[in-house]
């Protein structure tokens, strides 16, 4: 096997293992919260991760995938496509934002729910920015960065959140130490990719954008 072989078969060994760490540290914690918090807290936390899945269908666009491909094409756009990206997943991310904000008000009675809702809310904004540069970091072949900056986020939320549920801790807190988590995962991959890839702030016109839009759309039933 040459070179270019064994790095990829080390890449997809990297991120499989990291996949089935980061698996079953959920799977630990969701256990933990129905023995724990009981069906209804459960079903208040399965019932936002649901509707947020939906909306990340949305933000996502197809964009980290079609990151992947042109990065892995061209690695000197590294840095100005994640500015493009991150500038129009931001921008679709607020009339989201605002949607959840507006539902969670009219449908939603229990003020519990609604505040695990709008926590949740906010950690996909730094969720969705930190896959994407996890997509460039895999098009970079770079594994170890993604599998970095994913178990930042999962040893963190899973071993705070398990530590706040066994401690008597809530619902409530369980998802902010999530956003936390998140946020910390978003900063990582922000400053990995800074230092090792490309410099990630670039100057975004309408035009970049509304070709993103166009390029991407392909890729937006791919998941």
């Given at each position: 096997?040459?070179?270019?072989?064994?790095?990829?078969?080390?890449?997809?060994?990297?991120?499989?293992?990291?996949?089935?760490?980061?698996r079953?540290?959920?799977?630990?914690?969701?256990?933990?919260?129905?023995r724990?918090?009981?069906?209804?807290?459960?079903g208040?936390?399965?019932?936002?991760?649901?509707?947020?899945?939906?909306?990340?269908?949305?933000?996502?666009?197809?964009?980290d995938?079609?990151?992947?491909?042109?990065?892995?094409?061209?690695?000197?756009?590294?840095g100005?496509?994640?500015?493009?990206?991150?500038?129009?997943?931001?921008?679709?991310?607020?009339?989201?934002?605002l949607?959840i904000?507006?539902l969670?008000f009219?449908?939603?009675?229990e003020?519990?729910?609604?505040?695990v809702?709008?926590?949740?809310?906010?950690?996909l904004?730094?969720?969705?920015?930190t896959?994407?540069?996890?997509?460039?970091f895999?098009?970079?072949?770079?594994?170890?960065?993604?599998?970095?900056?994913?178990?930042?986020?999962?040893?963190l939320?899973?071993?705070?959140?398990?530590?706040?549920?066994?401690?008597?801790?809530?619902?409530?807190?369980l998802?902010?130490?999530?956003?936390g988590?998140?946020?910390?995962?978003?900063?990582?991959?922000?400053?990995?990719?800074?230092?090792r890839?490309?410099?990630?702030?670039?100057?975004?016109?309408?035009?970049?954008?509304?070709?993103?839009?166009?390029?991407?759309?392909?890729?937006?039933?791919i998941r």
């Open positions: 096997m040459d070179v270019s072989g064994r790095k990829i078969a080390l890449n997809t060994v990297l991120l499989s293992a990291t996949e089935f760490l980061t079953l540290i959920s799977l630990a914690l969701i256990i933990l919260v129905a724990r918090l009981g069906p209804v807290m459960l208040i936390y399965a019932f936002a991760l649901g509707l947020l899945r939906v909306c990340d269908i949305f933000v996502n666009f197809g964009m995938r079609y990151l992947q491909r042109e990065v892995g094409r061209s690695p000197e756009w590294a100005p496509l994640f500015s493009r990206v991150f500038a129009l997943k931001s921008l679709v991310y607020v009339p989201i934002l949607g904000l507006g969670s009219v449908i939603i009675d003020p519990l729910k609604r505040q809702l709008l926590i949740l809310t906010l950690a904004f730094f969720r969705t920015h896959t994407s540069a996890a997509a460039l895999r098009a970079r072949q770079k594994a170890q960065y993604e599998a970095a900056v994913v178990l930042t986020m999962r040893l939320y899973g071993g705070l959140g398990l530590a706040a549920i066994l401690s008597g801790q809530g619902l409530l807190t998802v902010s130490l999530e956003l988590a998140w946020i910390a995962a978003f900063l990582a991959a922000v400053g990995v990719f800074w230092r890839i490309a410099y990630p702030w670039h100057r975004v016109a309408w035009a970049d954008l509304k070709q993103l839009v166009l390029l991407s759309k392909d890729f937006f039933f």
